[in-house]
């Protein structure tokens, strides 16, 4: 089943991006995609409001983190399909955070159930205060893989830049 | 050859001593087993150890503290930094500054609201700053949250509140920081611990799997060789089963068949595969139950497959040691065997039987031999006598050596014939040992004298006060018959120098004496090896030297046979180059020369000298029926002087033996009607010569015979040919059988003077005195009795006797005592004629013995006298 969709999405969803192209954002931008990515609606960048985000795709991912008490359900997107509405092309991320923050994370960690980009923490928007407006998290809980030091300092909250780097 | 190497495979699995030795393998394969799970197991728990541990060293991301808290001072620093933008810009939009307030509070709220950071509000230092920085947030949230005028009215409030709230995080930063650094620190520790752990046990599994190697190494190598021995040890086995010419078979206890091998395939016409389970008794027809337990040799039958039954051995070992027992039968075809034995046993049958005949066929000729000889021979002693020419008495002696061989000749064969039958008997006669040895000098002299050898003959005393050995009785013939092949050798073999005869006595024991012989020569001598040899039969060593005696080819070994049933032993030591020694020690009776013949008997072949001297007339009967033989006879032992009758055969001897006492008889034994032995009985059952010296006369020289002869009642035998000192020793010896029972009537004393002196000495003078003089008393009381009693009450005159006797006998009087005895005893045999002159020799005896009691009993009374008789 996963490798159907695996399929669908690798198959399909690139194609219709390219049909559609990327709409320019109405709304407040929240996250820019810079580098080295096929499609942009900024000059060279891809900028997203929320809006946009939602529109790639609405998944939930429920698990706990070493920041959180308890279990935790995210509302979000796979980075992967972030990257695919860009069309990146590269082999590397560079996430950025509000604050300047910044982590390498390669682009293997963008597979479906892998990397996931949150925008609402149990179901509520999370703003600048509850580590918003976006968090990449990972399933935590579903693999002892994701559970390591490395891990965690890709779990970038506050993201509002992605470089996409060759 | 298909069956080989299983049949080798199954005497080689199963020895007993790799059994025992596989316990050992076992085991220690056993213990490499349990080393190697513990490695394993241990490897296991450890990688799952290391993992666990380090999944929760991520999980406590103690690493990444230090950095959140340095951040919150970094985000605060940043809305500060904002903070105096905004006061600079009042125009400027406030979005930035909120952003900034938010970035902070968030940091704030991940610090304090996760577990991993909670636990430090326990720590006093940090829980005050902790509700400070919370007072922070409620001062400034409302004006953060509320409109631009406001928080634009409230910078100047603002930035006194950071400017606290910077010493508090800064604070809280260092203290968490500390913290942190030590909770690191314990995070190092426990890794570190965990290392050491990981190392220990990798040092263990190392060493575990290093003797692991080793073991293996070692278990390798050992059975690799064990493997190798193995091989080797049933290669050969099977090379021998395969090449054995005897069946091998291999059965369990029940005495099943396991393996075969190939003879044994061949030997019962089967195959392996057949053969294999069957019962091996069913198969080889052997019939005798095989079983364990004793490893034998038997001797059996087997059956071939045609049905005939064979000989075999059956060599039956088994390995009841082991835990599978097996029983090895090797069977072997003896039917040649058993063939050669059985021919060898018939072959031995017809010797023994040839040997039979033979002696039979010997002991019948030297009987007619013997016969003719003794008239040859007996005729010309008689001639010697006769006035003769030297011519004539040159021939006579030529004839007497021609006859004198021959008849050594028939004895030799006679001899071997005798002790091959093994029933040599001894004939003893009385002869002069001396006279003995200078006749067999003589007989050599011829021989030696042409050599320049001297024969001497030396008498060493020995043990007897005098020397030399003359009177004595043994076999004579066969002494002679030693000594003279003992000579005939040193004479043959010695060229030049001496012979010496030493006749040493070495030892005396009453009348038994036993004498050593020695006969050295200077001859060539003989080899240490041969000289054990030399007494065998039929040695060829030195064929001339076993036929050195008359051509008979026995010599020395007759001589140790003759020395042996003489009851003697012979030897010989030698030095070759330089001669020999012939030793012989042979026991001799010695008999005492009678009173006044200091020098015995004269030799037989010292012609003209005067006859031996008898001290008293001999009554002589001759009983032969050959007129030749009888005639012989009677001249040689006229010489002697002795009385003579003669009788021509036995009826008519038995006769003249009734009637008349003899103190010899002459017995012919082959006789018509009434033959010698007979007539010995009939002489000996009664009649005047029963006590007689009976001598036989025989040419038979048989053992068997001469049984027959003793047990007829014959004292002694001569074989014809009779010669003069053979005639001369039974003279002698029945003379001095007369001259003892002669003496032996008198030498019991009138008073045996020991008894009489232990008498005194225990009863004392006086009551012996007494005593003796009341034996007097009843003994002449007794005497005056005899005649009365001896008519009217002859039981009351026996008991009277024997009543005397006892009184006799208690003081003494021996002689006195002896003749009461005799008269007892003829009295109970009711021979009253002889009694009568009985008394009167006990009368006239008590009168003498009577006498000789005064005399003793007066030297006691005087004794008695006189107490002290050493003075």
Redesign the interface.
């Known amino acids: 089943m996963r490798t159907l969709v695996l399929l669908f999405i690798m198959l399909v969803f690139p194609v219709a991006s390219y049909a559609q192209s990327l709409q320019m954002p109405e709304g407040t931008v929240v996250l820019t995609v810079s580098g080295a990515i096929e499609n942009s609606n900024d000059g060279g960048t891809a900028k997203f409001d929320i809006e946009m985000l939602k529109e790639l795709g609405q998944s939930e991912l429920v698990t706990s983190t070493i920041w959180t008490d308890g279990a935790q359900v995210f509302t979000g997107i796979p980075l992967l399909a972030i990257l695919e509405a860009v069309g990146a092309q590269g082999s590397k991320l560079r996430a950025m955070a509000v604050n300047d923050y910044m982590a390498e994370i390669p682009v293997s960690d963008a597979i479906p159930d892998g990397a996931f980009v949150a925008y609402e923490l149990n179901g509520i928007a999370m703003t600048l205060r509850d580590k918003g407006p976006l968090w990449i998290v990972y399933p935590y809980d579903q693999d002892p893989n994701y559970r390591t030091s490395a891990i965690y300092t890709r779990s970038v909250w506050q993201l509002d830049r992605i470089e996409v780097l060759p | 050859m298909v069956a080989e190497p299983n049949t080798a495979e199954h005497q080689t699995s199963r020895p007993g001593k790799s059994f025992a030795r596989l316990i050992p393998r076992i085991a220690s394969r056993y213990w490499v087993a349990l080393a190697l799970m513990f490695s394993l197991t241990s490897i296991v728990l450890l990688s799952s150890q290391l993992h666990d541990r380090f ?1 929760s060293l ?2 406590s ?1 103690s ?2 503290v230090a950095w959140t808290w340095s ?1 919150m001072d ?2 605060l620093a ?1 809305f500060n930094i904002e903070l105096l933008n905004a006061k600079l810009k009042p125009d400027a939009p406030l979005s930035t500054l909120r ?1 900034r307030y ?2 902070f ?2 940091r704030v ?2 610090v304090l ?4 950071y909670r636990n430090m509000f326990s720590d006093p230092g940090m829980g005050a700053n902790i509700a400070r920085l919370q007072s922070f947030f409620e001062e400034t949230l409302p004006i953060i949250d509320g409109p631009d005028e406001e928080l634009r009215a409230s910078l100047p409030y603002l930035e006194t509140q950071v400017a606290v709230a910077r010493t508090v995080v800064r604070a809280l930063t260092i203290r968490g920081i500390a913290n942190a650094a030590k909770a690191a620190d314990q995070v190092r520790t426990e890794v570190s611990d965990l290392l050491l752990e990981l190392a220990a046990f990798a040092l263990a599994l190392i060493v575990a799997l290093s003797g692991l190697t080793m073991l293996l190494d070692y278990l390798y190598n050992t059975s690799k060789s064990r493997a190798l021995a193995i091989r080797q040890t049933r290669d050969r086995l099977e090379t021998i089963g395969r090449i054995s010419l005897d069946a091998i078979f291999v059965l369990d206890l029940d005495g099943k068949v396991i393996d075969i091998n190939r003879a044994g395939q061949e030997a019962f016409d089967t195959r392996r595969s057949a053969a294999i389970g069957r019962d091996f008794s069913d198969l080889s027809g052997v019939p005798d139950r095989i079983c364990a337990g004793s490893n034998r040799r038997i001797r059996t039958t087997a059956q071939r497959p045609n049905g005939e039954m064979y000989p075999v051995e059956l060599s039956i070992s088994d390995a009841a040691g082991e835990k599978n027992p097996v029983v090895a039968v090797f069977l072997r075809d003896i039917s040649d065997r058993v063939e050669a034995e059985r021919a060898l046993l018939r072959a031995r049958d017809d010797a023994l039987v040839g040997e039979r005949s033979k002696a039979q066929f010997l002991a019948v000729m030297s009987h007619e031999m013997r016969t003719p000889l003794n008239g040859i021979l007996g005729t010309i002693e008689l001639m010697r006598d006769e006035p003769l020419s030297d011519q004539q008495q040159g021939y006579m002696k030529a004839m007497e050596t021609s006859g004198k061989l021959l008849l050594h000749h028939v004895n030799d064969v006679l001899e071997i014939s005798h002790h091959e039958s093994g029933q040599a008997r001894l004939n003893p006669t009385i002869f002069n040992l001396e006279a003995l040895l200078k006749e067999l000098v003589d007989s050599q002299q011829a021989l030696v004298r042409p050599k320049g050898v001297n024969i001497r003959i030396v008498h060493i005393p020995g043990v007897l006060e005098s020397a030399p050995v003359e009177l004595v009785e043994t076999d004579q013939m066969k002494l002679r018959q030693v000594l003279l092949n003992l000579l005939s050798n040193a004479v043959k073999y010695t060229d030049k120098g001496t012979i010496t005869i030493e006749v040493e006595p070495i030892s005396l024991d009453g009348d038994n004496l036993m004498v050593e012989i020695r006969v050295i020569d200077t001859g060539k001598g003989i080899e240490d090896d041969d000289l054990d040899r030399v007494f065998d039969d039929f040695v060829t060593l030195d064929v001339s030297y076993g036929r050195a005696n008359g051509g008979t080819g026995l010599g020395l070994g007759i001589a140790r046979r003759l020395a042996e049933s003489l009851g003697g032993e012979i030897g010989a030591e030698s030095v070759p180059g330089e001669g020999s020694l012939f030793w012989l020690h042979v026991p001799l009776v010695r008999i005492l020369a009678p009173e006044g013949q200091g020098s015995g008997m004269p030799a037989r072949d010292a012609k003209g000298e005067a006859p031996p001297n008898t001290p008293q007339s001999i009554r002589i009967l001759i009983i032969e029926d050959n007129d030749i033989n009888r005639f012989v006879l009677r001249e040689m032992l006229n010489q002697y002087g002795h009385h003579i009758d003669e009788a021509i055969d036995g009826a008519k001897g038995l006769s003249l033996a009734s009637e008349e006492r003899y103190d010899l008889i002459f017995m012919d034994i082959s006789m018509p009607q009434l033959d010698g032995v007979h007539a010995t009985r009939k002489i000996r059952e009664a009649g005047a010569s029963s006590g007689a010296h009976i001598v036989a006369l025989t040419a038979h020289a048989m053992p068997d015979e001469l049984i027959s002869f003793r047990k007829a009642g014959a004292d002694g035998c001569l074989i014809k040919p009779i010669t003069r000192a053979d005639l001369a020793g039974v003279l002698t010896r029945v003379a001095a059988k007369l001259r003892q029972e002669r003496q032996s009537a008198k030498p019991a004393p009138l008073a045996n003077s020991r008894l009489l002196s232990e008498l005194v000495s225990e009863l004392g003078n006086e009551q012996s005195a007494a005593l003796i003089r009341r034996f007097i008393g009843e003994a002449d009381a007794a005497v005056g009795q005899i005649k009365s009693l001896a008519k009217d009450d002859p039981a009351g005159l026996r008991d009277l006797f024997h009543k005397i006797g006892g009184s006799a006998a208690t003081f003494g009087a021996q002689r006195w005592l002896e003749k009461l005895r005799k008269c007892e005893t003829l009295f109970e045999a009711q021979i009253t004629d002889s009694a009568n002159p009985c008394f009167k020799e006990v009368f006239a005896l008590w009168v003498e013995t009577r006498r000789t009691y005064e005399i003793v009993l007066h030297s006691i009374e005087t004794a008695e006298q006189r107490p002290d008789p050493a003075i």
């Open positions: 999944r991520d999980n991301n690493g990444s951040q970094t985000e940043q952003n938010d970035i509070f968030s709220e991940t609201g996760v577990d991993a």
